[in-house]
Every structure is written in C-alpha cells, then in structure tokens.
C-alpha cells in the first residue's frame, strides 16, 4: 500500500506504537508518522505508508488544530497532569481575564520548550536530561499560532478559573503544554495542560480517522484502501505538467526537463502548497513525482516511483 492513512491515536499509546501496530496489521516495514502526540494525548495522527513515507517531513509542517484543558492554579515538570507538582499558586483571575489575555498569544511568537520534549541540546534529548533531574536554559523557539477560542470555563466557589477548554489553530513547532503554561504565567498564576485532542492536522480531520481496530476490521474486510489518500490526492491541487512521449525518459529518471518538452497548466488551487509546485506525469497520464517550475525549467522536489 503506497498513501496516508488517517489514524485515531488513542490514549496509552506513543507515535511509534502506532506506526509498530499498524506494521503488524498491514504487514508491510515502510510505515512512518508525521509528527509525535504525547502518549496521554489523543486525535489525529497521519501516518505514510510504502513510497509515502518520503511526505513525512513535508507533513509535518502543516496546521494543526488541538481541543485542549487547561488546569490553573498548579504547575508540574512535564506541563501536563501526568507529571510531579513543582509548585502550586492562587488564582485570581475568571473569565473575563481569561478572554481579554488570549489575543496576546495570536501570530508570530517565541515559545520555551518543556524539558520533557525530544528537542537535542548537545546532542542529547531534552526529557533524557529531565529524567537524569537535570533542568537547563532552553532558547525560545519560533512558531505561530493562528487562532485560540474559548469554548468552556470552569470556576471555583470564589468565582475564580479552576479550568478552560480552548481550541488553538496552530503551525509546526507548537507545544500546547508550553502554550498552557504561559497562559496562566501571563494571569499571574501557573497552569498546566489536563488533555490534549488533535483535531486536525493538514487536511487529515478528525472525523476522518481510524482506530488502529478498526483499520483492522476494514483489513479483514477488504475494503481498508478506500481510507487510504494517494499520494497524487496529497497534491491534488495544485498544477500539473505531463511529457510529450518522446521525453518520458528524461522524468523516470527524476532529471529536470524543459517547459518546452511538456504539456502543462496553471489550473490548480492549492494553498498549503507553493504556487510553483507540479504534478508530474508520463506521457500515459502516470503519476510519478512532484516538480518546481523555475524560468522554463521543472526540477523534481519529491519522486514517488
């Protein structure tokens, strides 16, 4: 099987347990995710398969959408509840301070890593060090996030947050524990991550996704390839260029090839992709890889032969 699979990663499991199960259902070794959920985190996890795996690192960078809890009033060393408590403060913010704070966390920004992260320093991972009881300085990171709503508040006797759910549109990079944790930084208290859900990630939804029984069933079944999206379907939008027969040579080999020595348009739509990117094809309409138009040139960007 050669695609993306749009797989439910359930609570318990890390990435690679995923990607370790899904080879012993699919029985096939060229499987590969497009970005870690922490084991306690649930959603959306797209996973490559066969000639796929060579999208993983185009994926990755895609906008994701997470459904998360934050708990105020307590901070722990992983940023979530599934760490020690290292401090506990009061809060006295509600609501209202609550939703006037959240725009200043919209667009480009600088967000500190938690330690318990697979960011290397030195060569070294950082929740390596964490585990040895080491904390160090880390360097803030760029990212962008794009939208945060407030969905829900839970407050205490005192009228004051006890607990959010937001949902954050984000981009690649983003840690939502971080993101909890400097929200409740900025209502003068402290705060960590209760539950994360991955909602979104690129054009892989929710709605869409897989329990790793349930790729099983559709396996027996016969049927589980009608869930799988084809490479060509990835970059369905954007543009395309196919060979004039005598060339076909020249792209099996993955070369560059010449506007000239093609037959091409500029109909596409896509806007995850780079307005430049094409599909490449063979003179009988096979798909063979992805191709940037620079001057009156086509260079390969990905083949998937």
Known sequence: MDGIINIYKEKGFTSHDVVAKLRGILRMKKIGHTGTLDPEAEGVLPVCLGSATRLCDMLTDKVKEYRAVVRFGIATDTEDMTGEIIKEAPVTAGEQELKEILPKFLGEQEQIPPMYSAIKVEGKKLYELAREGKVIERKGRPIVIHSIELHSVELDEAGHLFEAELTIVC???????????????????????????????????????????????????????????????????????????????????????????????????????????????????????????????????????
Not at 284 to 299: N, P
Request: hydrophobic share 35%.
């Open 171 to 305: 981009g690649k990079g983003t840690y939502i524990r971080s993101l909890c944790r400097d929200i409740g930084e900025a209502l003068g208290t402290c705060a960590c991550m209760k539950s994360l859900l991955r909602t979104r990630s690129g054009s892989c939804f929710l709605s869409d996704s897989l329990k790793l029984s349930e790729v099983e069933a559709l396996r027996d079944a016969g049927t589980l390839e009608e869930h799988i999206v084809t490479v060509e379907q990835v970059f369905a939008e954007c543009n395309a260029f196919s060979m004039k027969p005598e060339w076909d040579k020249l792209l099996l080999n993955g070369n560059p090839v010449m506007e000239q020595d093609c037959n091409w348009n500029r109909n596409g739509t896509a806007e995850e992709f780079p307005d430049n990117w094409y599909r490449a094809y063979d003179s009988t309409g096979r798909f063979l890889g992805l191709y940037e138009k620079t001057g009156k040139k086509f260079v390969p960007v990905k083949m998937f032969l």
